[in-house]
């Protein structure tokens, strides 16, 4: 009789333990979350906008050695300059008509500790594959995460070559913009219900 009741109590322990375990689905919040992309021109330097992104995202911020996985979508067609003209080039390079989306999918996340806290950034190496005008390719984005009143603020910033994604960098009065462009991102991640 012993017996059963400890088998049934471990029971119940794994139960409760792997119900803990399992990763959360966040969410980008609206309204709080922004991604962006430099360029080097010789007339100025630019940087498009947006905060029309969407994606989910699974994670368990107390065990990030569970795995890490998720999607970050970005209208390329809401990205801005602030110059309505430039704003044309760049959805033309990246053929938004054909290709509205760039997407970042996150396959594994490297953490410079095991959990998330609200006082100290965790630094992350963020491997995916990122996703621009059809063309997929791997990257690992240095990232850092923390808590923000009970939402995951992730952030991070890594730079690419347009032609890797079949681009040709802009042109412009014979001046041509830098193949090289640098990505960012920050995102406040709430948790999904």
Known sequence: MSLRIGLFCLGLLLAA???????????????????????????????????????EFHADPADLRQAVTGTLRVNAAALRTGMDGRDRDMWKALDVQAHPEIRFVVQAVEPSFNSIT???????AIKGLMAIRGVERAMTVPGRVRFRSDRLWVRGESRLRMTDFGITPPRRLFLTVRDEVGVAFDVTLEPAE
């Open 17 to 55: 333990a792997s119900a803990q375990a399992e990763p959360r689905r966040w969410t980008p919040a609206a309204g709080k979350s922004q991604v962006w992309l430099s360029a080097s021109f010789p007339l100025g330097d630019f940087t498009g906008r947006t905060e029309d992104l969407g994606g």
């Open 118 to 124: 609200e006082t100290a950034d965790v630094l992350l």
